[in-house]
Nanobody, 122 residues
Framework: LVLLVDSGGGSVQAGGSLRLSCEAS????????MAWFRQAPGKEREGVGS???????IYDESVKGRFTISRDNAKATLYLQMDSLKPDDSAMYYC????????????????WGKGTLVTISS
């Protein structure tokens, strides 16, 4: 059983920072990629960024320069450092993992966390 537990959400004011964590368990091998997605109320889920097993990260244009994905392999944990947060960043954030490299595409993800809520006030 593969389990992803995402955490670290909260409420902060615009301009603030949050760090989300995604702890993975029961993977037989390092996933081909792990990613962060978000979904705001009334909107479709969208990609935030992803990291492949070579620790190369790619980001959506809307977060580039403000968000950073990192990984601690010893802790089997993926992080999303979010800085200079904006009200538009408010959403439920989900981590996901794929067994085959898919460049962070949502359709390629095999496992999902349950989400952690981020609320940014202006």
């Amino acid at each position: 059983l593969v389990l992803l537990v995402d955490s670290g959400g909260g409420s902060v004011q615009a301009g603030g920072s949050l760090r989300l964590s995604c702890e993975a368990s029961a993977f037989i091998a390092t996933p081909a990629s792990m990613a962060w997605f978000r979904q705001a109320p009334g909107k479709e889920r969208e990609g935030v960024g992803s990291m492949d097993r070579n620790d190369i990260a790619i980001y959506d244009e809307s977060v580039k320069g403000r968000f950073t994905i990192s990984r601690d392999n010893a802790k089997a944990t993926l992080y999303l450092q979010m800085d200079s947060l904006k009200p538009d960043d408010s959403a439920m954030y989900y981590c996901a993992a794929s067994v085959v490299y898919c460049r962070g595409a949502m359709s390629g993800m095999n496992f999902w966390g349950k989400g952690t809520l981020v609320t940014i006030s202006s």
